[in-house]
């Protein structure tokens, strides 16, 4: 590791959305010390967005040498399927990176190590040791916002799978759903019960054009009963999808975040009803809310880099 004191030493978590890119400086012992944002703009392409980050985390790391810190590493979470061991972003449709080499490209602009993650388990690291997920050895991180993630936390770890793509439940096919999904496929998850699915379905039920699922969820809080329909059917998939993980996996705590999670009781009364009306062997899943919000992915960026730094702490790497 840089040498750095336990007092002023740092690194930068960076979480790169398809909007925004959400960053924290942190204490080598995963202590959030500040917080920055700044927009993506990946509509200028794979490329200059790449040099955003770059530039983003240049400043972050000039900022945090200016309070007296010395950063030690940069962790960065991003979406798609990453090759974690290499740090390269096999693809990211939604960003447009196809086989970009993340970790070498930072590790030189910047002059420090760099991990890469992919973006749920950097949050499902984040819930582990800081969020909802302490008190369980073993759960499930689901966020739900623009696509469906999942994120298999195993002994305190997420899991990636032999290929990095382990958990991909947003795509796990749906009965009565013949939707389309962007992946080629069609009954999938994402398709029905993502926060952008249930904005589409809404405005094609009622005719309006609707910005987000913010606005169904409120309408059928109001007694909507389109909105009340697209959500139940939203619901019902996502039973469906936690039940068989469930069966499959025997993980009994489910860790819900995302966009759709800021409904909170809305999402999860619903949800654990549907749940406990399904004939299911075994014990029934627990669902509670993330404790740490859009912050997770940044916060487990920063606890990303500082695990492979310090791999000792005998907390990091993933199964």
């Not at 699915?197 to 987000?212: D, K, P």
Request: proline share 5%; glycine share 14%; with cysteine.
């Amino acid at each position: 590791m840089h040498s750095a004191s336990g007092d002023t030493g740092c690194v930068i978590g960076i979480d790169v959305g398809g909007t925004a890119m959400k960053a924290v400086v942190a204490r080598l012992d995963g202590t959030p010390l500040f917080r920055q944002r700044r927009p993506t703009q990946r509509a200028d392409g794979p490329v200059e967005v790449l040099t955003r980050i770059a530039a983003f985390a240049s400043d972050l790391l000039g900022d945090a040498r200016s309070r007296g810190m010395e950063p030690v590493g940069v962790g960065l979470a991003v979406p798609g399927q990453v090759d974690e061991a290499r740090g390269v972003a096999v693809g990211a449709t939604n960003i447009g990176w196809d086989q970009v080499p993340l970790k070498d490209e930072l590790t030189a602009a910047l002059g420090l190590p760099v991990a890469v993650r992919h973006d749920v388990r950097a949050g499902a690291l984040a819930e582990a040791r800081q969020g909802e997920g302490r008190a369980h050895r073993n759960f499930i991180f689901l966020p739900i916002g623009t696509g469906i993630g999942c994120a298999i936390v195993l002994g305190g770890k997420p899991f990636t799978g032999d290929h990095y793509a382990a958990g991909e439940i947003g795509h796990v096919p749906i009965r009565g759903v013949s939707d389309r999904c962007l992946c080629g496929r069609t009954g999938c998850l994402e398709t029905v019960a993502s926060a952008t699915a249930i904005a589409r379905r809404y405005s094609e039920l009622s005719g309006q054009s609707t910005a987000n699922s913010e606005v169904v969820a409120s309408a059928a809080r109001d007694g909507d009963v389109m909105a009340q329909e697209v959500w139940a059917h939203a619901i019902s998939a996502l039973a469906d999808a936690i039940l068989a993980s469930n069966t499959l996996l025997d993980i009994d705590n489910y860790v819900i975040g995302g966009g759709l999670a800021m409904a909170g009781p809305q999402l999860l009364e619903p949800l654990k009803q549907a749940i406990a009306q399904r004939p299911h062997e075994g014990c029934r899943p627990v669902l509670v809310l993330a404790g740490l919000g859009d912050e997770a992915g940044s916060i487990g960026a920063a606890l990303s880099i500082i695990d492979e730094l310090q791999p000792s702490n005998g907390e990091g790497g993933s199964t």
